[in-house]
Structures are given as C-alpha cells and as structure tokens.
C-alpha cells in the first residue's frame, strides 16, 4: 500500500492495499460525508454509521496513506500537552474531561478489536516517562501531581526498561500499542459490513454549503446533509491554520544484537522528545525509536534528522541493523488541545478534527465521539472544551502570534531566495532544490537516473514557498503543512490542487 512519502513505513510491509467495495457514487442525499480515510475518517464513519447514519468515506488515495499510516501507533492515558498545562492553560476540570476521553479512547479500540475480531497485535503495557536531569525532574513531578488529580494512574518508581541514564522515571497504568493499518483496515470492513460506502481514489475538490451540502469529487457529486472534514487540517483557507502548526517527526525501526527490547512504551523529556517501543512483524522483533521533530518546510537536511536519531540510538543499544525508517506529519495546536467541532467560519452542519499533536491515535479516535454525539443527539460534554471556535485570551496566545507571525515571514519575506541559485547541471541526482532556470524560478528535481523534474514553487494553498525534503522526496509547504511528490500531485493538504509543472524543455507551465 501507498503512504505519503518515499521512506516506507514498517506497518506498510505487513498489510496489502485495502479494496472497497464501492467504486461509484451513491445515488441520493447522504447523511454524512467524511473526507480522509485515516483513523480519524473511520473511526466517526462507523460510529455513525452504527448510530443509523448513511455515511460515505472519500479518501484520495488509499486508507491509511496519510498519518495513520506513519504513526508509532501509542496509545497513551497522558498527551503531549500535560495535564498540569492544560490545568493552567484551561482548568482541572478540562483536565479530568480529556483524561476520561484518553481512557474511552483506549477503551473503545479494544472493544472494536473485540468486536470485530481484528487481529492488529494491540496490547495493553505500561508506559515509562523519565527525566535525565534536575529541571526534568521537577516538571515531571508537577506532571505526575496534576496527572493523579485528573484521575490518571501514576507514580514514580525505580526500575526501567530502556538502557538510558534518569534521574527520575515514573509508570503509566494502563498504556498501550497496536499495529493502526491491521486496525484501520479491521475498522473499515467492519463500516462496510454495515453498509458505509467507502471510495478510494477519490479527492474531494470543492464543497458548496447550501440548503444541503454538495461535494465535488474527482469520481462526481455527493449531497448530503453534513460534512466532516477529516483530513488532520481542513482544506481552502481558514483560521484553523493560523492555530496549528504542522511538524515532522522521524522514525527507525531497529534490529537490535541479542533481545533487549523493552516490553512497554516509554519517553524522555527533552524537546524534542524521543520515544521508545517494540513491534514484532513477520515474527521479527523491532525497536521503533521517534524524535527529532521540527516544523515542516523548516529543515534544510532532513536526512540529517535521521542521522541524529541512529546516533542517540547507538549512544544506548547495541544495533544490529536499521531496516526502516520514515518520518510523518502531525499538526500542534497553539493551546495545547485539539480542535473537534464546528467549522470555523460554518456553524451549521460542516465540521472538523484537527489539531493532534504527538497523540492522533487517542484524539482521532476521541474525534470520532465527539462527533457522533454532536451530529446523533447534539451535544457533548467535550464539545466547549475542544470547540474548534473557542477564544482563550491567554492559552495558546504567544503561540498563536508566533504561528501566524512566522506564517506572514514565509508568504511575503521568503517568496524566493535573493541569492543567485545554481546552475541545474549542478544537482546531483537524487537531489531536489529550488533553481532559477531561462528566467523562471523552479522548484527542480533530478532522479536517480537523471531526469528532471520541474514545478512552480508557489504552494497552491496560498502561495507560500515550497522546501524540498529530501528524506521523503517531496516538497513541503512551510507555512500551513502542504505536501506535494516531486511530481506536483498533493500528498498532504489543505492544498486542493497540485503543483504548477514547468516543462524545462518548452520553457511553459504545462499543468
């Protein structure tokens, strides 16, 4: 199966493409359109579709192509955002409500496992967060106070599983892990037992919000009476993204000399963090090792983020072998919670989920409550909390100005290099950069057989500049987190469109 890059994730070898079984469009007025086919997508389908909702996935490429199928796949009872920052930033009470969703979230997976009898390698473990210093040490203690008092259950222990200096460690109960393609795809039959129409190879151009909603598609028209936005950040242009930031995070999945692989989940608490777990495929075992994450479009290198992670991963294990690596997207939101809800700009019936951090499998899943509540009976109790509208006046503040600060320095100040770029006969192959060529400013990939690849560099979002990602062979938007192969054709939105193609040859844009 296909993902969104060209670094091959470990859970693409261990599952085939998934093949629907709709390849048209329904005829009639739908309850609920939801666009993106990742957990997010299918998860809500089939809860409503359970509820007594017609529902239609639309998804551009196959299921699982984008984080879902790149994710590290923990399942965590505490968030990137700690509860002790989202007890400042909102209140305790906010920090016991996203507390019990973290454990429903758990909760729900494993009954859909059971239900459906999904064999995905879930296991509930406990999970480790330790500091390596005396700063560390002192967060983590306010992390484990405020955790407890959200009904978490934690405390500090002595012992650990990774062969990494602490200061301080402490145990999460009730942690967990699974393979999310095995789960997605168990999840997505289990929508079209129950008669949700799924369409893959289908991209959704445009939506006209009126009496009822009509989505425009590559495949035809749906109309339907509500719409969900899926997509880990909407498309066209929105305040949504002006309050999330897209990042990249890096992944190995190591082969290690003897059998020490720690049987939990466990994090660090540097910034960026990394994190620790081991994931058996085709009776093989694997460390996988994450970190060295930064805003997308921002790294000059991204090999070099690779090399980072393999030498903090030589620095503590024995390494045989590093058969995998990849990395993948996810989006910060500026308070520290996701946005699950109402549309920005559309409070009637179109909504969306974004805004995951580190944690898309739990709020993903959680996104898919929330909604089923807010469309089935029009309510929930996370519903203000996470309210993809809410005003705080000073959580996520200093954050939102930097965002929208940085955002306003890439589209207007950093259109295009001042300096004099180099020759095209210059690129090595393999090697992607943006040139000036017969007057033209391109962005300009060369493959390993040495043919060329040109692209208007201005992102169709809203023009920032694309960077080229070396490690993923795409070209990253820098400001909103728009993905593009070297062919132009979108991998990420909220892009809608692909990039302009430049024919070098003709000296014209020909797409």
């Not at 090399?307 to 991963?313: I, P, T, Y």
């Not at 990849?326 to 939101?333: G, H, V």
């Not at 559309?346 to 739990?362: E, Q």
Request: glycine letters at 10%; one cysteine or more.
């Amino acid at each position: 199966m296909l993902r969104d890059g060209a670094c091959e994730s470990i859970w693409q070898t261990s599952v085939t493409e998934f093949v629907s079984r709709a390849a048209f469009i329904p005829v009639g007025i739908q309850d609920v359109v939801i666009v993106g086919g990742g957990i997010t997508g299918i998860t809500t389908a089939l809860l409503l579709q359970q509820a007594g909702k017609r529902c239609v996935v639309v998804e551009a490429h196959n299921i699982g192509f984008g984080t879902t199928g790149g994710t590290t796949a923990h399942l965590n009872t505490f968030m990137d955002s700690s509860y002790a920052q989202i007890k400042q930033n909102f209140s305790a009470e906010d920090a016991q409500l996203i507390a019990r969703g973290a454990r429903q979230s758990i909760d729900l997976i494993k009954s859909n496992i059971e239900r459906y009898n999904i064999a995905c390698k879930f296991r509930e473990l406990p999970g480790y967060l330790f500091s390596t210093t005396e700063e560390e040490s002192s967060a983590l203690e306010s992390i484990i106070a405020a955790s407890k008092e959200a009904g978490v259950a934690v405390g500090l222990v002595n012992e650990t599983v990774l062969p990494i200096p602490y200061h301080q460690i402490s145990i999460w109960e009730g942690q967990a892990q699974f393979h999310p393609l095995q789960y997605l795809h168990g999840i997505a039959k289990a929508f079209e037992a129950a008669g949700g129409v799924l369409l893959q190879g289908c991209r959704v151009l445009h939506a006209e919000d009126n009496e009822t909603i009509e989505v425009i598609t590559t495949k035809g028209n749906i109309k339907c009476r509500q719409l969900i936005y899926a997509t880990h950040i909407p498309p066209g242009v929105n305040l949504l993204h002006f309050r999330c930031a897209p990042y990249r995070s890096y992944v190995l999945g190591v082969k290690l000399k003897g059998d020490g692989y720690p049987d939990a989940v466990a994090y660090d608490m540097h910034d960026p963090y990394h994190y620790y777990r081991t994931e058996e495929v085709n009776g093989e075992k694997y460390l996988i090792v994450g970190g060295e994450d930064h805003k997308t479009g921002h790294e000059d290198n991204t090999e070099a983020c690779f090399r980072r992670l393999e030498s903090h991963v030589r620095n503590y294990f024995e390494v045989a072998s590093i058969p995998y690596k990849w990395s993948s997207q996810y989006f910060e939101p500026t308070d520290g919670l996701p946005y699950i809800g109402h549309l920005p700009g559309h409070p009637g019936n179109i909504y969306v989920a974004t805004g995951f951090g580190g944690n898309g499998m739990i709020y993903g899943t959680l996104s898919g409550m929330l909604l089923r509540d807010l469309i089935v009976s029009g309510a929930s109790e996370l519903e203000e909390l996470l309210d993809p509208n809410r005003i705080k006046p000073v959580a996520g503040f200093a954050n939102f100005v930097k965002e929208a600060a940085d955002v306003a320095g890439k589209w207007v100040g950093g259109l295009f290099p001042q300096e004099k770029l180099p020759a095209l006969a210059d690129m090595a192959p393999g090697e992607g950069r943006i040139v000036e060529f017969e007057g033209k400013k391109m962005g300009i990939y060369k493959d390993e057989r040495g043919k060329v690849y040109a692209i208007d560099p201005g992102c169709t979002h809203i023009k920032c500049t694309v960077q080229w990602n070396n490690a993923e062979k795409s070209w990253d938007c820098p400001c909103h987190g728009s993905r593009f192969s070297f062919t132009g054709e979108v991998l990420t939105g909220p892009a809608r469109k692909s990039l302009a193609v430049y024919d070098v040859k003709q000296g014209k844009v020909v797409i």
